[in-house]
């Protein structure tokens, strides 16, 4: 059967959108970054026309009025709750008070504009005038600054035909005081978080630019700084899309960072009528490629840098739907919609109820090389809860949130996840971003399913690229070449095949002096060892872990640990190869077989 190199073809010839580079944008002066601004409000996110669409869409569309209801009642159940007040648990974040705070704005907000029932913005009073009074939005982490601005300038903005004017100017100024004049000071000296290329660029540009639309009518010298250097931050950041809309901070911090690049882009587009283009640069047209690829048949993402596996769905997927005309992006949000709505799930996925979206991801590719992170994921089926499915990583190990984990990979099979990733550990613990990450068994090479030579870690300045990759209708392989992450030997390179429903994992290693050599798989099954083989069994399933080359290899099997102050882990089992001696080459090829196959 004649395969598809993928590989082979210029990335951007992929994208089905004329993308731009950031040096290619059409970003405004400061004197003309506000032309266009709508005079009137609502104007972030959603128009008044826009609302009355919902109201429309909830009379005729039997769905679209039980996500209504669905949402009134979790509306409703905020009425009798207090208003939040400023915790900071940990000594370092208001985080969870500002993400609490803009769930409850959102939902209270948008319920009012759908019912006209007053207690609800009654409600939305009662915390908006709470958080207002705070002595700040803890700028030191300024993370929670932007995310309170943001919810701040949503309830300005949604509600603001409803607040008197000495409401109006509360609003106004915290919005001003506590979020805009503490993101000024960072844009006017240039600090870190305006110069980065990760998901502070864009949750915190993004509460600053929505922050700065809220209030552009009545403070247009103020909101046209802000903006300005907004407009000027965020496309560092949106640089990291190309060329095919890739994410190497991982699946977790690929929904924070698309958020808030949604919330700006889109709420530029409803106040301006234009993004400046920052839409289509290149990747992030097909950027909702990525979470539907890095989702297994489990349920369960390919967990890579500090992310959880679990997935929760993505609100902006319907937003990326609607803007780059991809249904499979729809189709992909709406079963999370469906069980539980959130107010952006109703906003922007509220159009696609009745349409046929699902059977645009059905003819999406079994494999994807997202050439940009070098990711791999490859399945054997979609919409099969029993499919294998393979995610397999080069990378970059010095991206944010990173860990040494080049080559590494996770596997399900059967319903189950057998390879994991062990995700994040606390990071309030000491160092974890700091000099002693590294000793940290989640981010360690050894706790990761890769190699580990002479029992050290992989440079933490290493990078890996996947040199081949195929895909054809019978499976997939890809080759990366880990060479850079092992200083002690002269080529590492791994090989993940999937042939119908079994994977193959193959290292080619050569050294000039003879080299220690520990191939690793983390596994929450229970490992049963029988000489060259081991099988793996949780639920009524099994998988089989077979050593193939070379003779000598043998596995072994103990229990991952961890030491205070990591959290423990728990039913985490390390299957090994060792070998003999230390080698200078090595072929080392192992198979995986499910049960059912």
């Not at 409803?162 to 005081?177: G, S, Y």
């Not at 000099?435 to 300045?461: A, C, F």
Request: net charge negative; aromatic share 10%; charged share 20%.
């Amino acid at each position: 059967m004649k395969k598809q190199l993928l590989i082979l073809l210029p990335a951007l010839l992929l994208l089905p959108y004329v993308s731009v580079s950031a040096n290619e944008l059409s970003l405004p002066s400061r004197e003309h970054v506000l032309d266009g601004l709508s005079p009137g409000h609502p104007r972030l996110l959603a128009t008044a026309d826009d609302f009355a669409t919902l109201v429309t869409r909830c009379e005729k569309s039997k769905q679209a009025a039980q996500w209504r209801d669905r949402l009134r009642s979790s509306a409703e159940q905020l009425l009798n709750t207090p208003p939040l007040k400023y915790e900071i648990p940990d000594g370092k974040r208001l985080l969870s008070v500002s993400r609490a705070a803009k769930d409850r704005v959102l939902l209270l907000s948008l319920i009012y504009r759908l019912t006209g029932e007053k207690r609800f913005a009654d409600r939305a009073w009662a915390e908006l005038d709470t958080v207002t009074k705070f002595k700040d939005w803890n700028p030191s982490h300024f993370l929670d600054t932007a995310e309170m601005t943001f919810a701040v300038a949503i309830g300005y903005d949604w509600l603001h035909d409803v607040w008197t004017d000495a409401q109006r100017q509360q609003l106004r100024q915290a919005i001003i005081t506590l979020g805009l004049d503490q993101g000024l000071k960072v844009y006017h000296k240039h600090e870190w978080w305006s110069r980065s290329i990760h998901n502070w660029n864009q949750v915190c540009n993004g509460g600053m630019g929505v922050g700065a639309l809220a209030i552009a009518d009545d403070e247009p010298e103020l909101a046209a700084e802000v903006l300005h250097a907004a407009l000027h931050s965020l496309p560092l950041a949106m640089h990291e899309f190309r060329p095919d809309g890739g994410w190497g901070e991982g699946p977790g911090y690929w929904r924070y960072a698309t958020e808030y690049n949604v919330y700006f882009l889109a709420a530029l587009q409803t106040a301006l009528k234009k993004d400046f283009g920052l839409s289509q640069m290149p990747g992030f047209p097909v950027t909702g490629d990525f979470p539907i690829h890095f989702t297994g048949p489990t349920g369960l993402t390919f967990n890579y840098a500090d992310a959880h596996d679990s997935w929760r769905g993505a609100p902006q997927l319907f937003w990326l739907a609607t803007a780059f005309e991809q249904p499979a992006y729809a189709a992909a949000q709406m079963p999370f919609a469906a069980q539980r709505p959130s107010p952006l799930d109703f906003l922007w996925g509220a159009a696609w109820l009745g349409r046929d979206a699902k059977s645009a991801s059905e003819s999406l590719p079994l494999a994807r090389y997202f050439s940009g992170v070098s990711v791999v994921t490859m399945r054997s089926a979609w919409h099969d809860a029993a499919a294998t499915f393979v995610g397999f990583k080069g990378g970059d190990n010095r991206v944010n949130h990173g860990q040494l984990d080049l080559g590494s990979f996770v596997l399900d099979s059967d319903g189950v996840r057998w390879a994991i990733d062990l995700g994040a550990d606390d990071y309030n613990i000491p160092g974890y971003f700091g000099k002693q990450r590294w000793s940290y068994y989640r981010n360690m090479t050894e706790g990761h399913n890769t190699l580990v030579i002479n029992g050290q870690n992989q440079s933490t300045t290493a990078t890996a690229s996947i040199i081949r990759f195929e895909s054809n209708a019978d499976g997939a392989t890809a080759v990366a070449d880990l060479s850079k992450a092992y200083p002690d030997a002269k080529q590492v390179l791994r090989t993940v095949s999937l042939s119908g429903r079994n994977v193959t994992i193959q290292d080619e290693i050569d050294a000039e002096k003879p080299i220690e050599i520990a191939w690793h798989l983390h596994t929450e099954a229970k490992v049963a060892l029988d000489g060259r083989r081991a099988t793996l069994t949780h639920d009524g399933k099994s998988l089989t872990v077979e050593i193939i080359e070379p003779a000598t290899a043998e596995l072994t099997v103990a229990p991952a640990t961890t030491k205070p102050p990591q959290r423990p882990l728990k039913n985490v089992q390390r299957l090994s190869i060792a070998l003999p001696e230390p080698v200078t080459a090595l072929k080392l090829m192992v198979r995986l077989t499910p049960s059912s196959n």
